[in-house]
């Protein structure tokens, strides 16, 4: 082997330790450098080819779709589903059932059914029965509108009233039950006027499913109703709910689109007609 002295070992000892040094140092320079370089990179300007031109950016200036046109569109595609499920309803109570009856009150909803019936061809054939109560107490232009719309789709209403009174015998009702029956007895009043002369109209017409226009929008116990149901009176009687689905709106927009006879008071405010005496636009 080769011996070194003391001296000669002092010496490699410092010479090796200066290049430790010089190589750190290098070390740390190119890892400053690198760390510059990276930050530069970060803020330099990108070339001219990434960037997108403001004018690309903006919005169209044509709109994308014609949004009255659209909700058009929508309100007609809704009215024809409603149109179509309304009448495979009556289709089913009609035909099905021996003895179906409507009973008329004459507003909106019930004027969309009678027009209904009449496409169906299922007034002018007697196949399905209209029924109206008169109460004595109802508007003048009712019963007016009622022969109205029985020459316009060529069909004749059962008219029920208090019983033993004749049809428009307002005297007779007055003097056997009293014209202010409605003021002295409320409870009375609904029994000998609307309830009694339904209920018979009903019976006397052998009903086996009952047609009328309630609607959900009308709310709180009608508010789930479905287009078929069990009636609580006469032992379970079928009642069909042709329009259930079918909003005021809707309603209205089917009259419009098919100028469909409606009640002259619906152009005075009134969204639905009963008693002159307790009915307010």
């Known amino acids: 082997g080769i011996s070194l002295t003391s001296q000669s070992q002092n010496a490699l000892i410092i010479s090796n330790t200066k290049k430790d040094t010089q190589r750190a140092i290098k070390m740390k320079v190119a890892f400053t450098l690198s760390a510059v370089l990276s930050t530069a990179a970060a803020f330099a300007p990108l070339p001219k080819k990434s960037f997108v031109r403001h004018e690309q950016l903006r919005m169209s200036e044509k709109p994308v779709f014609d949004q009255e046109a659209f909700i058009a569109e929508s309100k007609e595609m809704r009215l024809k589903y409603l149109e179509e499920q309304a009448m495979f309803a009556l289709k089913i109570a009609v035909e099905n059932y021996g003895n179906a009856v409507f009973p008329n009150a004459m507003i909106a909803g019930d004027c969309v059914i009678t027009h209904l019936l009449h496409r169906m061809d299922y007034l002018k054939t007697g196949k399905c029965k209209v029924m109206v109560v008169d109460t004595f107490h109802l508007f003048p232009e009712t019963m007016e509108f009622l022969k109205e719309i029985e020459a316009a789709y060529d069909f004749k209403a059962e008219v029920f ?5 004749d049809v ?4 007779g009702y007055d003097k056997r039950y009293g014209a202010d029956l409605w003021k002295e007895d409320i409870e009375q009043y609904d029994k000998v006027c609307k309830v009694e002369p339904f209920q018979r109209g009903l ?11 309630r609607t959900r929008w009308q709310g709180i116990e009608r508010a789930w109703i479905d287009q078929f149901e069990n009636a609580p009176i006469g032992g379970g009687l079928a009642k069909c709910n042709p329009i259930a689905y079918w909003t005021l709106e809707d309603t209205f927009d089917y009259i419009a689109k098919y ?10 405010g009134y969204p639905s007609i009963g008693d002159a005496k307790d009915t307010i636009p």
């Open 168 to 171: 428009a015998d307002k005297a």
């Open 161 to 165: 009233c208090a019983e033993g009174i």
């Open 259 to 268: 100028e469909i006879p409606h009640h002259p008071l619906h152009a005075k």
């Open 203 to 213: 019976k006397t017409l052998k009903t086996d499913c009952m047609i009328n226009g």
